[in-house]
């Protein structure tokens, strides 16, 4: 069986997730699992944890890119211990790797180590440009989302409903939402 996985780091990636799983329905997976979490947040990733725990011997795990299954040798590696302790592989489709072989086993962990590097050289390089700027006094940090959207909490508040419901219309935190209300 072919099992579907997709992820988007943010809910504003609509158009991401749902390109993503129109790929994976069309490799032929039968079974999706999908969510919108950082990679970096590992123990958050409940789908990957239930897509982990649903495959069986013979299975393949398949995701559109590699960046969506992991961000870290070591993590990806880990995975693939997971996914090999059950007899079942990894297709990762942009790629073309299929670890039912050994050369893609292979590919796997060598490009596995080039998008590791390759994120970490994006990343001091943000880094040296947030320094750059604001050292030239232009950074102003991320735009505060969820206390612009402070009107529609209140609006949503006076009309009966709760935090956890106001925080899912809205697309914020549940935190964000007490926030604004006691500004």
Known sequence: MLIGYARTS????QAGIEAQMRDLKAAGCEKLFSEQVSSVDVTNREQ???ALDF????????????DRLARSVGH??????????????????????????PTGKLMLTVLGGVAEFEREIMLERQREGIAKAKAEGKYK??????MAKADEVLALRAEGLGATEI??????GRASVYRALEA
Do not use: C, W
């Open 167 to 172: 925080a899912k219309r809205l697309g914020i």
């Open 141 to 146: 940090g991320r735009k505060p989302t969820a």
């Open 76 to 101: 990806l590696l880990s995975i693939m211990d997971a996914i090999e302790s059950k007899g079942a592989a990894l297709r990762i489709l942009n790629m073309g790797i299929d670890t039912s072989t």
């Open 10 to 13: 943010t809910l504003d990636q």
């Open 55 to 66: 495959i069986r011997e013979g299975d393949t795990l398949v995701v559109s890119k590699l």
């Open 48 to 50: 990957l944890s239930q």
